[in-house]
């Protein structure tokens, strides 16, 4: 399965750095963000198994990132880590998305434990949504760990591209409006123009390759996705 990436996001370089190095023993790849804004880049460009997310923080905090992952629909594992007993309201961290939490100061070993059972529950779930693999040819599109093999060799696509294509794909022959898959994939409130989806599209087809002409462009309509 290989290594799983797992974001650290606190504003304390220290702490960070210590997270770092014990992740990586235990052969995680880590990556790190100061802030709410650098983290939700991050969460956007790579693929992210595990998030361990700090309250307080300058800009957004964790609740406020906490909700635009999940709005954004990742479902990977968000652990909590807070300063104070009453900085942390259980009730509504659950509520908004978080999985678990843990109370600064705290043993490493104990946080990296939570990882693990954290990523050990989201595994086993997955295992059992085939409902969210879509096979169409020789391209298979996993909704659950959002990634796409093509002939069996796994391509990376970005977050964007991944649900534009796995819109289209889930729906093979059904033409969708510039308009409709702008309101469908992006962000409501997010500046976007109807270009933007002839860029992406764009770049979905150079990575499918000799597969590009599955998606055909509907003259003055949209897209859609050929079932061959």
Same mark, same amino acid.
């Given at each position: 399965?290989?290594?799983?990436?797992?974001?650290?996001?606190?504003?304390?370089? #220290?702490l960070r750095l210590l997270l770092k190095s014990n992740l990586e023993k235990q052969q995680f790849r880590v990556f790190?963000?100061?802030?709410?804004?650098?983290?939700?880049?991050?969460? #956007?460009?790579?693929?992210?198994?595990? &998030?361990?997310?700090?309250?307080?923080?300058?800009?957004? *905090?964790?609740?406020?990132?906490?909700?635009?992952?999940?709005?954004?629909?990742?479902?990977?594992?968000?652990?909590?880590?807070t300063a104070k007993d009453d900085e942390f309201d259980e009730v509504l961290g659950l509520?908004?998305?978080? *999985?678990?939490?843990?109370?600064?100061?705290?043993?490493?070993?104990?946080?990296?434990?939570?990882i693990k059972s954290n990523l050990r529950r989201v595994g086993y779930q997955g295992s059992n949504l085939d409902?969210?693999?879509? +096979? =169409?040819?020789?391209?298979k599109i996993n909704q659950n760990d959002y990634t796409v093999e093509i002939e069996d060799e796994?391509?990376?696509?970005p977050r964007k591209e991944f649900k534009l294509l796995a819109h289209l794909a889930g729906h093979p022959n059904e &033409?969708? =409006?510039?308009?409709?898959?702008?309101?469908?994939?992006?962000?409501e409130g =997010?500046?976007?123009?109807?270009? =933007?989806? #002839?860029?992406?599209?764009g770049r979905i087809r150079k990575k499918l390759g000799k597969y590009k002409n599955r998606i055909k462009t509907v003259i003055g309509v949209g897209y859609?996705?050929?079932? +061959?």
């Amino acid at each position: 399965m290989g290594k799983k990436n797992v974001l650290v996001v606190d504003d304390e370089q #220290d702490l960070r750095l210590l997270l770092k190095s014990n992740l990586e023993k235990q052969q995680f790849r880590v990556f790190e963000a100061e802030d709410g804004i650098e983290a939700l880049e991050i969460v #956007d460009k790579k693929e992210i198994d595990c &998030v361990v997310l700090d309250i307080m923080m300058p800009g957004k *905090d964790g609740y406020d990132v906490c909700r635009e992952i999940r709005k954004d629909g990742y479902k990977m594992p968000i652990i909590f880590l807070t300063a104070k007993d009453d900085e942390f309201d259980e009730v509504l961290g659950l509520e908004i998305g978080g *999985d678990d939490y843990v109370k600064k100061p705290f043993s490493v070993r104990a946080l990296i434990s939570r990882i693990k059972s954290n990523l050990r529950r989201v595994g086993y779930q997955g295992s059992n949504l085939d409902n969210n693999i879509i +096979k =169409t040819g020789e391209i298979k599109i996993n909704q659950n760990d959002y990634t796409v093999e093509i002939e069996d060799e796994e391509v990376f696509f970005p977050r964007k591209e991944f649900k534009l294509l796995a819109h289209l794909a889930g729906h093979p022959n059904e &033409v969708f =409006t510039r308009e409709f898959l702008l309101n469908k994939i992006w962000d409501e409130g =997010t500046y976007v123009v109807d270009r =933007t989806v #002839d860029v992406h599209i764009g770049r979905i087809r150079k990575k499918l390759g000799k597969y590009k002409n599955r998606i055909k462009t509907v003259i003055g309509v949209g897209y859609k996705f050929l079932s +061959k």
